[in-house]
């Protein structure tokens, strides 16, 4: 019944031995809460059938670790790679190689320290992709290079005849660095903000912890905001400040250094292809037939010191936009993103304003999130009978700040059709310009609101498989609209304009 | 296109509607919906309003004025979208224009349509109605024709699967 995969005939190979390491390792890791659980309540129950589980407990993730090496199986065919896994329900995963779109490497620290790689093939649009978790790192990095090159292979021939684009070296595959890693760059990194998510969780958690903790209770923590109220508040917030701000250091700094440790981008193979990492390494390649734009992205406070990011926006790839460079200056973001799009200018161009109208728009709404968040307020003073003056100043500062995002939207708005790249500009309080290839668009959608019909305006929306499968212009004039999709796609709204 | 799809067209662009409106079953298609929807809310604010205790009065008002929208809604939302609904299938673009408050118009080439389906509700049965989607590798992109006769429906199903299956690009 059951096929006999591991005969060398057909060419099945197992993954790297080495996982019976790590597998069981990573399933003892998951396994030790349950496991300390168990033994707390053994060494409480006093009975002898304890000793019994204990074992059991330990035998069984060993086991159940090994289980994958055991039933994995893939293989290269001439056109296909094929991935056999499973104990009970067989599964075989099959990608034709020429679908191949991505090939992508990753290794925690483990992994590192076994020396094994787990390879993702990324294959078509938003389909699962191919996992092999774990092969030797000198098996995968070939498995890379093989699919990369058999992909590559066909392409080569008719696009030496025409090769206009003068960047891409199209018939010697010799690698181009497009950035590596610059430590002056560490400087952007307390002013990216996305790790400061990541710290209010591991905040989240401890504080759940700490509702358990013996000190935590009224009668502590009331002691202890009377011993804090003796110190002037003034100097107990400036210390809370300052310490926060040295932790906020510490954390992102440490964060940018873990994460973008040798980052390294190149192109090679018609791919681009970028390694980083201090203990868990990732080698990230995108094909770049499937690269259909570039998203920079300049949050607030990184605009302060002349800081970006940059992604790419693929079809075929997990979630469509991979971040290739980490936070850094501006130059080097526009410098990458031009030689990615082999074009001059989409990323620096002045964008054409929406107007006046557009202006009233986004202050609107602004101004209508932050004036329902008064009205919150108001009523709540109303009803608990709290001091006026609090809530008056607290509405006010909050209704300055929702005018200035305003203004800011508002600035950041702007459209342009550069050459055979579609501009969009966007963002409340970064700063972030879409560019998408003209061949990527897959269609047009006009909407208006009401609100927006009264005054002429509307949003454009360019659908597209790339990305996040839509690149809106808001709030632009709807003859605007109809004329930039008219000339981003030539022809095809023709049949449907007035004369 | 006489300048090339380089620079922006000239002469002010405004879109014309699609050339086809929708079954005119699609009227007391979407009244009887749309009362089936509102009669279920103001039944229970009404409901709410008897059975809750000790309300202040001015509730009385929001009851009110609850009901008055639902019947503004089922009287003038269907007449004013047959109005609006409109679409149309050239031999190289699907084209729609729906809403009732709002507008929204959608454009997509035939040629990166990847599938269409069409679909029929119990009540859609009743009236002989029937809704075409066509989808495209975006999901921002999936065209609806809300509402069609069930024969124009089959019609426009076999001319676009015809043409699809005629195009070889993967669509992206």
């Not at chain 1, 000793?51 to 039933?71: E, M």
């Not at chain 2, 679409?87 to 224009?97: G, S």
């Not at chain 2, 109605?129 to 989808?135: F, G, H």
Request: hydrophobic residues 50%.
């Amino acid at each position: 019944m059951i096929p006999t995969p591991g005969s060398p005939g057909e060419g099945w190979l197992r993954l790297s031995p080495r996982k019976l390491l790590l597998d069981p390792v990573k399933a003892i890791g998951q396994a030790v809460v349950p496991l300390v659980v168990a033994l707390v309540g053994i060494s409480r129950s006093d009975s002898g059938f304890g000793w019994v589980i204990l074992p059991i407990a330990i035998v069984a993730p060993l086991l159940f670790g090994a289980l994958p090496w055991l039933t994995t199986h893939y293989r290269l065919t001439d056109t296909q790679i094929q991935v056999r896994s499973g104990v009970l329900n067989k599964n075989t995963s099959t990608a034709p190689l020429d679908r191949v779109r991505s090939v992508d490497l990753e290794a925690s620290l483990l992994h590192r320290v076994l020396g094994l790689q787990k390879v993702q093939v990324g294959t078509g649009v938003d389909d699962d992709r191919i996992t092999l978790d774990a092969l030797a790192a000198a098996d995968a990095d070939a498995l890379r290079t093989t699919l990369l090159r058999r992909r590559e292979a066909p392409a080569v021939v008719p696009s030496d005849p025409d090769a206009p684009e003068g960047v891409a070296p199209a018939p010697v595959a010799v690698p181009v660095e497009l950035a590596r890693i610059d430590w002056s760059w560490l400087r952007f990194a307390p002013f990216s903000l996305a790790r400061l998510v990541l710290l209010a969780g591991a905040l989240g958690v401890l504080s759940q912890f700490g509702d358990d903790l013996p000190i935590w209770n009224e009668e502590t923590a009331r002691s202890t905001w009377d011993w804090v109220m003796q110190f002037a508040l003034t100097a107990v917030v400036l210390v809370l400040a300052v310490a926060g701000l040295a932790v906020w250091l510490v954390v992102s700094v440490t964060g940018y250094v873990v994460q973008w440790w040798r980052f390294l981008l190149i192109r090679e193979h018609g791919s681009l292809h970028l390694t980083s990492g201090l203990f868990t390494t990732r080698s990230i390649t995108v094909e770049e037939a499937k690269v259909r734009g570039v998203e920079m992205t300049e949050p607030l406070l990184m605009r302060v010191v002349g800081g970006a990011e940059l992604s790419t926006l693929a079809t075929g790839v997990e979630d469509g936009v991979t971040q290739v460079l980490p936070p850094c200056p501006r130059d080097v973001a526009v410098g990458v993103g031009e030689s990615v799009l082999e074009h001059r200018g989409p990323l620096t161009d002045p964008l054409v304003a929406h107007g006046p109208l557009a202006r009233r728009r986004a202050w609107f709404r602004q101004l209508r999130d932050a004036l329902v968040v008064v009205a919150a307020g108001a009523a709540a003073t109303w009803w608990f009978g709290v001091t006026w003056w609090w809530v008056g100043l607290g509405g006010l500062a909050l209704l300055l700040a929702a005018a200035a995002a305003g203004e800011s939207s508002y600035r950041h708005l702007g459209h342009a059709l550069a050459g055979d790249h579609l501009v969009a500009g966007s963002g409340i309080l970064a700063r972030v310009r879409t560019v998408l290839e003209t061949d990527g668009i897959i269609g047009w959608v006009v909407s208006q609101s009401w609100w927006q019909r009264r005054i002429g305006l509307a949003d454009l929306v360019a659908t597209t498989a790339a990305g996040n499968e839509r690149v809106l212009v808001r709030d632009v004039r709807l003859t605007v609209a109809v004329e930039l999709a008219a000339a981003a796609t030539p022809g095809l709204l023709t049949e449907f304009l007035e004369v | 296109m006489s300048d090339e799809g380089a620079g922006p067209v000239v002469h002010a662009a405004v879109l014309r509607e699609p050339a086809h409106r929708v079954s005119p079953q699609a009227v007391p298609f979407w009244r009887v919906s749309a009362l089936i929807g509102d009669a279920v809310l103001v039944v229970a604010v009404v409901v709410a309003y008897v059975l809750i205790p000790d309300v202040p009065g001015w509730t009385l008002v929001l009851v009110l004025l609850v009901a008055a929208a639902a019947i503004a809604h089922v009287v003038l939302m269907p007449q004013i979208r047959y109005r609006v609904h409109r679409w149309e299938v050239t031999d190289t673009a699907v084209h729609t224009r729906s809403g009732w408050i709002g507008r929204e118009t959608r454009i997509a080439p035939i040629s990166r349509v990847q599938t269409v389906d069409s679909r029929q509700g119990a009540l859609m049965r009743l009236f002989g109605l029937a809704s075409i989607t066509v989808t495209t590798a975006s999901a921002a992109g999936p065209i609806t024709v809300d509402c069609l006769d069930a024969d124009t429906a089959r019609e426009v199903v076999a001319r676009l699967t015809a043409i699809t299956a005629a195009t070889e690009d993967d669509a992206t």
